[in-house]
């Protein structure tokens, strides 16, 4: 088994511009969880999926923050557009039961 | 609501020396238990769990017993290795969701 899958693994950009983040979760997992994590805050859990549907959003920090998981083997998070404080290590997790599986994480550089 | 309280890091031993990590929760009802272990440059990994009052979860050498009477999961290890250096987290499953409730982590570093 691959594992989770993140795309990509680093990602430098200038503020303004927009940034997707991609995951691939274990096949066969049924929910699917974005975090974030930064020195100041920690991990964070921004949203998470169940069967594909949006379960639990109140994570995501402001409306430039977006996730869509338009099936079961593929996820987005989308900002736009990024601003410095956005700057972090972006976690995906896919789970069939209650132990969450991660990926190796996209590290974003927003200057 | 629901949380999790773990020791603040960063912690520093010697090889071969004992650990403990303490992690104590708030929750409704019976929630699950977990220290998940983050080495560096990685994503986290399930360490070991426990889905039940008394029950000892164990895995290369790390033990937690979930304690309810004090609301305790706290993480032991006889004799740490160097390759033990990593963030730890304790967390928890309250209710029929799949959210896991985090602790801060915990750093562990440990010398030779």
């Known amino acids: 088994d691959a594992g989770v899958i993140q795309s990509p693994r680093h990602e430098v950009t200038e503020m303004g511009q927009e940034v997707t983040l991609r995951c691939k979760p274990i096949?066969?997992?049924?929910?699917l969880f974005w975090y974030r994590q930064t020195m100041m805050r920690g991990l964070e859990l921004l949203i998470y999926?169940?069967?594909?549907?949006?379960?639990?959003d109140s994570g995501m920090p402001e409306d430039r923050f977006s996730a869509k998981m338009p099936n079961a083997s593929f996820s987005t998070l989308k900002i736009q557009p990024s601003e410095p404080r956005d700057s972090a290590v972006y976690f995906c997790?896919?789970?069939?039961?209650?132990?969450?599986?991660f990926g190796p994480g996209t590290r974003l550089t927003v200057t | 609501g629901d949380s999790v309280t773990q020791m603040e890091g960063p912690v520093t031993l010697s090889e071969e020396a004992f650990l403990t990590i303490n992690c104590t929760y708030t929750?409704?009802?019976?929630?699950?238990l977990f220290w998940y272990v983050q080495y560096p440059g990685e994503g986290l990994q399930l360490l070991l769990k426990?889905?039940?009052a008394d029950d000892k979860g164990s895995n290369k050498g790390f033990e937690a017993t979930y304690r309810k009477e004090t609301t305790s999961f706290h993480l032991e290890k006889g004799s740490v290795q160097v390759s033990d250096s990593a963030v730890y987290f304790c967390?928890?499953?309250?209710?029929?969701?799949?959210?896991?409730?985090w602790g801060l982590g915990t750093s562990l570093a440990v010398n030779p």
């Open positions: 929750a409704t009802g019976y929630p699950s």
């Open positions: 967390a928890l499953i309250a209710g029929n969701n799949r959210k896991l409730i």
């Open positions: 999926f169940n069967n594909n549907v949006p379960i639990d």
């Open positions: 096949s066969g997992h049924n929910s």
């Open positions: 426990a889905t039940k």
């Open positions: 997790a896919s789970s069939q039961g209650v132990e969450q599986y």
